[in-house]
């Protein structure tokens, strides 16, 4: 079975400072990974994904990600935050089971920007 | 293109009754989701329905039941509600399934007293 790991419940963000959200995942079989963006009393947001090509995905909103085989990581990044992406960031992992779909999530990341 | 729509929104509803929640994917998709997001297990699959065909089935006991009819809205079902099945239900669309985007609804916010 697959997992993931965030390994930051909650980090801190400054107004035009860069961030990195961490995430880890575990899998026996290749997997597909996401993140997603959740504003308060929201559903999630795709910021972005990768599937398969170039290991450094763009996302929305200014977003990127580096998928790390070695390192079975997919950090995600902004170099540079503004308040309004405070929000709850969550990493995701897919894999084809049973012809389906199923999304398994970390726990989230807390992103708090402050001036 | 409309997004995915939820119903109700907001459900209050008190132990030992059932509730039954909507889900309206992207036109076009064919493949729903369903998910349980509470603040103690995070989020949690559920099942995922293809062509009025369940496909996935999450770690959840059989209170909790759904369905796909030929237009591709779901519904799910849960019985005899307990205490613990409050929680952000969310729906997620996606074209064909796996290991395609799925595109989140708003939700449905369920307190059960």
């Known amino acids: 079975a697959q997992s993931v790991t965030q390994l930051d419940s909650q980090v801190p963000g400054f107004e035009e400072a860069p961030v990195e959200l961490r995430c880890n995942y575990s899998?026996?079989?290749?997997?597909?990974l996401f993140w997603y963006v959740q504003y308060p009393n929201q559903g999630l947001q795709l910021l972005l994904k990768?599937?398969?090509?170039?290991?450094l995905v763009k996302g929305i909103n200014g977003f990127e990600a580096e998928f790390n085989k070695s390192q079975t990581s997919f950090h995600l990044r902004k170099p540079s935050v503004h308040i309004s992406d405070t929000a709850e960031y969550f990493c995701?992992?897919?894999?084809?089971?049973?012809?389906?779909?199923?999304?398994?999530f970390g726990t989230g990341t807390q992103l708090k920007v402050e001036l | 293109k409309a997004g995915v729509t939820q119903t109700p929104r907001y459900l209050i509803k008190t132990r030992g009754q059932q509730v039954t929640l909507s889900c309206s994917p992207i036109?076009?998709?064919?493949?729903v989701s369903w998910y349980q997001q509470t603040p103690g297990q995070g989020l949690q699959f559920l099942f995922e329905?293809?062509?009025?065909?369940?496909?996935n089935k999450g770690n959840f006991p059989g209170r909790f039941s759904g369905r796909q009819f030929s237009n591709s809205r779901s519904e799910m079902n849960v019985s005899t509600l307990e205490l613990g099945d409050s929680a952000l239900y969310l729906c997620?669309?996606?074209?064909?399934?796996?290991?395609?985007?799925?595109?989140f609804g708003p939700g449905t916010r369920l307190t059960v007293l």
């Open positions: 997620a669309s996606s074209k064909a399934g796996g290991p395609d985007t799925q595109y």
């Open positions: 899998s026996s079989v290749s997997v597909y």
């Open positions: 990768y599937l398969s090509g170039s290991t």
């Open positions: 995701a992992v897919s894999i084809l089971t049973g012809g389906g779909n199923k999304l398994t």
């Open positions: 036109s076009g998709h064919r493949s």
């Open positions: 329905y293809f062509s009025e065909t369940q496909r």
